[in-house]
């Protein structure tokens, strides 16, 4: 029980977060280098100046004041080795927080990686995985069987396929073609023959003397049946199968 009035609300904290106070304190440790760097300068500055001041008093024989400069360069010096000595453990711990913090970011880049990592592992599953790739298969094996079937040959007209009908079919057409070739041959021949024997004699007497003064024509060539093209396959046809 609070005996002295109500308690006051506790203010939030103002501290920033952990990425910002770091980039912060290296920050303020650069800037105290910086600082420490001026004095640094300015203490060596002033000890020259003792030192020429020192100079001047023993080229004046002046013994006194030249060691009263020396003394006072001495203790100059000294703030020098205090101030580099403070200025170094300020870089050294600049230079720690600086590799903590990129340790830092490396590491919440690989644990934000690894999280995600197992977020895409939970959602695919090796069991979904296995069972997509089968999936997959079943489809690839169902459309070469689909292509298969539209590449079989159809029999739309009802035609069959038995081989030895359709040689047989063959083998009378081929006779029946042989034999059309011969009778037309054989009509042909006789009809040369019976215009032999029915054409007249020119007389003898009759020719004129010019006429016979002529040098003989040559002699009409036998009547001869041009082979056709299927004529000749047939013929060699049949020549290879008495072979």
Do not use: C, W
Not at 26 to 53: G, N, P, V
Not at 117 to 145: A, F, S, Y
Not at 168 to 186: N, S
Request: proline share 4%; hydrophobic share 35%.
């Amino acid at each position: 029980m609070n005996l002295f009035g109500k308690r006051r609300p506790s203010q939030p904290s103002s501290q920033p977060s952990g990425g910002a106070s770091t980039k912060d304190a290296i920050a303020r440790l650069r800037e105290a280098e910086d600082q420490l760097t001026k004095r640094e300068e300015h203490l060596m500055r002033k000890s020259d100046h003792e030192l020429s001041e020192a100079k001047r008093y023993t080229q004046e024989k002046n013994k006194r004041a030249a060691l009263t400069a020396l003394k006072r360069k001495k203790l100059i010096d000294a703030q020098v080795e205090k101030v580099s000595a403070s200025k170094m453990t300020l870089e050294q711990q600049r230079m720690a927080l600086e590799q903590v913090n990129i340790s830092k970011v490396t590491f919440d880049a690989i644990d934000a990686g690894k999280r995600e990592l197992e977020r895409l592992n939970k959602e695919m599953g090796v069991e979904r995985v296995e069972e997509t790739m089968d999936e997959l298969e079943e489809q690839i094996e169902l459309q070469n069987e689909t292509a298969d079937a539209l590449a079989r040959p159809l029999n739309a007209f009802g035609v069959g396929e038995d081989e030895d009908e359709l040689q047989r079919e063959l083998e009378e057409l081929e006779q029946a073609t042989l034999d059309e070739h011969v009778l037309k041959i054989d009509a042909t021949a006789e009809v040369d023959s019976a215009a032999a024997v029915n054409a007249p004699a020119a007389p003898s007497s009759a020719v004129p003397a010019a006429q016979k003064a002529l040098p003989a024509m040559p002699a009409a060539p036998t009547t001869k049946v041009v082979e056709t093209e299927e004529e000749r396959e047939l013929r060699m046809l049949e020549e290879s199968m008495a072979m």
